[in-house]
């Protein structure tokens, strides 16, 4: 009987011969089985210590000689012994590699029926985005109820066949990890893969499928530099493959191919926006809440808790049906009919990649809307594909308006939100002009974050510096435009509106569907 209770030290003993197996066994290189072996007879000092390879059957042949010898022992129990331990090693080997890999198996929930018919109401109902938003909330997210939304929905995105992807911003502290972390709990575990740091060739030794339709979440961008080259491949291609050298079992080299493939959705935070610019543009940039308003919301949140005042079941309960819809939803194909009444503002930056990426949020609302909508079938190919409607534009455009005024901004996020409270306090305080000093004392800014803020300003002429006037000595300076932002945000509002009205005012020719149309009922 093999003894692997001390993993140093084996032990297998019969009535002829004691064997100890120093240092265990190796669970890699399983075409052999390289042990050091220490034989003896029961109640002998005589002890032979041997290094070899039990699947080498000449050494082995020759080392059953020498324990015969060496202990005066029969050569045919001496390889019955061998035999039968190199039997109970290898099995106990195989054993363990089977546990191992079993550990390492996510758990794939089944929904019960009742369950699947709960979710599958819930996606049927009236108001699905603003009752997923409550839901979401009740879950533990606290606050954000925009960019919630967004996050889930990009996320959901990952089961179609152009996820989107999505970057958390906001400065040190203000929760951008927090918010992901939160909503990725409402994403099933075997749909996402969650890193902190990976080496640079990490990405190309997953097992070709391994990352398809999966969300994958970066905690911190600082800490994946290595690894941003492959993922914006996986944005862009859909697939990343990387050519190396490989020796096959005769020493022969050879070149191969290792190609893994998506799509993927892929989320990150970071307080870093220039510095990630080609994954930014690739991506919904999130801009965290950074207000007093929202301080006062996670504050109250972290009192309640602290007070025993949470219902953390319900949370907990709240997030695992969040969890349960995900599972019913199916990859299904989505037609936007709309799609070229759909023009994005004039002032938005990189159009053509913004417009794909509003495109396929109106998409990713019309997927996560599947219940509600007709099933119809290509009359040439028999797909199967369901339509955006109006009120899903309509929603989208509620959602993405944020996201398409951020785009439409020539300076950073950060910089713009330190525009904006700066012109709050010029307002309140009923003033046209300001020094850095006031300002960087009344708004708790950084004297180098403020210097910097104002470079950018003054580069794009939303700040200039007052003529100093005769004896001054400090520096004033005074907003060009205090409603330049309103005015931008009445823009895109305006231009968003005009599309609707477009599609409403136009007749959109219908496509040509079999009579096999059906209700998702």
Not at 209 to 228: F, Q
Not at 377 to 395: F, L, N, V
Request: glycine share 4%; hydrophobic share 30%.
């Amino acid at each position: 009987m093999l003894d692997t209770t001390n993993p140093n030290n084996y032990s297998y003993i019969t009535k002829e011969l004691e064997i100890h197996v120093l240092g265990g066994i190796k669970f890699t290189n399983l075409e052999r089985m390289r042990v050091t072996l220490s034989i003896k007879k029961p109640k002998s000092h005589n002890v032979m210590r041997h290094s070899i390879d039990l699947y080498n059957d000449t050494m082995v042949e020759k080392f059953v000689r020498t324990i015969a010898e060496r202990i005066e022992i029969g050569t045919s129990i001496t390889r019955k012994t061998l035999q039968e331990l190199t039997s109970a090693l290898e099995q106990y080997r195989i054993d363990q590699l089977d546990k191992e890999s079993q550990s390492q198996e996510l758990y794939v929930k089944e929904l019960s029926s009742k369950e699947k018919q709960a979710a599958e109401k819930f996606l049927r109902s009236k108001d699905l985005l603003s009752k997923t938003n409550d839901l979401i909330g009740k879950s533990g997210v606290i606050g954000e109820e925009t960019n919630r939304l967004l996050m889930y929905l990009i996320f959901t995105s990952r089961k179609t066949s152009n996820p989107l992807h999505c970057i958390s911003l906001g400065s040190s502290g203000v929760g951008k990890t927090h918010l992901q972390s939160k909503v990725a709990e409402l994403i099933p575990d075997e749909d996402k893969i969650e890193i902190t740091v990976l080496s640079a060739n990490a990405f190309y030794y997953f097992n070709r499928t391994e990352l398809k339709n999966k969300l994958i979440l970066i905690e911190d961008l600082d800490g994946a530099e290595s690894v941003l080259y492959p993922l914006r491949e996986l944005q862009s291609k859909k697939r990343i493959t990387k050519t190396v050298v490989h020796k096959d079992r005769k020493g022969n080299t050879k070149t191969i191919h290792l190609t893994v493939e998506g799509p993927v959705s892929v989320a990150g935070c970071t307080t870093q926006e220039s510095i990630y610019e080609d994954n930014s543009n690739r991506s919904f940039l999130l801009y965290i809440d950074e207000s007093n308003n929202q301080d006062q919301k996670i504050m109250q949140y972290q009192r309640l808790l602290s007070a025993g005042k949470v219902n953390k079941d319900e949370e907990f309960i709240n997030a695992r049906f969040l969890r349960d819809v995900q599972h019913v939803l199916k990859p299904i194909k989505v037609i936007n009919p709309f799609a070229e009444y759909l023009d994005l503002p004039q002032s938005v930056f990189k159009p053509r990649r913004t417009n794909s990426h509003y495109l396929q949020f109106i998409e990713a609302v019309t997927f996560y809307c599947q219940y509600q909508r007709v099933k119809k079938y290509d009359e040439q190919t028999g797909e199967e594909y369901i339509e955006t409607t109006i009120e899903d534009i309509q929603q989208a455009n509620e959602l993405i308006k944020e996201v398409l005024l951020r785009k439409s901004d020539e300076i950073t996020g950060a910089c713009r939100n330190y525009l904006e409270e700066l012109k709050k306090y010029l307002l309140q305080n009923k003033q046209t002009t300001f020094t850095a000093l006031e300002t960087r004392r009344k708004l708790k800014v950084k004297k180098t974050t403020q210097w910097r803020y104002h470079k950018q300003l003054i580069e794009s002429y939303y700040i200039k510096k007052q003529r100093k006037k005769k004896g001054e000595t400090i520096v004033r300076y005074e907003i060009t435009n205090p409603n330049e932002y309103k005015e931008l945000e009445e823009a895109i509002s305006k231009a968003l509106q005009e599309c609707i009205l477009k599609i409403n005012s136009s007749t959109v020719p219908e496509r040509s569907t079999t009579k096999m149309e059906q209700a998702t009922a």
